[in-house]
């Protein structure tokens, strides 16, 4: 996995796991699947910030976002 498509994964579940856990929170369960699905969102991240020479930048978000978005199009 590519480090651009690392990131751009982990973002992408990470938002997801937002509303899983503010979701738990509000019927008073305990936010099992959204923790899960959060940490694994950020080690993820994590993987494509340290696989990158000289990580990432928050200006380079961006364009591995829409690169990304090029490959699947593609």
């Known amino acids: 996995m590519q480090p651009d498509h690392a990131l751009v994964l982990g973002l992408f579940l990470v938002v997801l796991s937002v509303p899983a856990v503010i979701s738990a929170y509000s019927e008073r369960r305990p936010p099992r699947v959204g923790a899960v699905v959060g940490v694994a969102g950020l080690a993820l991240l994590l993987h494509g910030h340290v696989h990158t020479p000289g990580g990432y930048a928050p ?3 961006p364009e591995a976002l ?9």
């Open 59 to 61: 200006d380079d978000v």
């Open 66 to 74: 829409y690169g990304v978005i090029g490959d699947i199009i593609r």
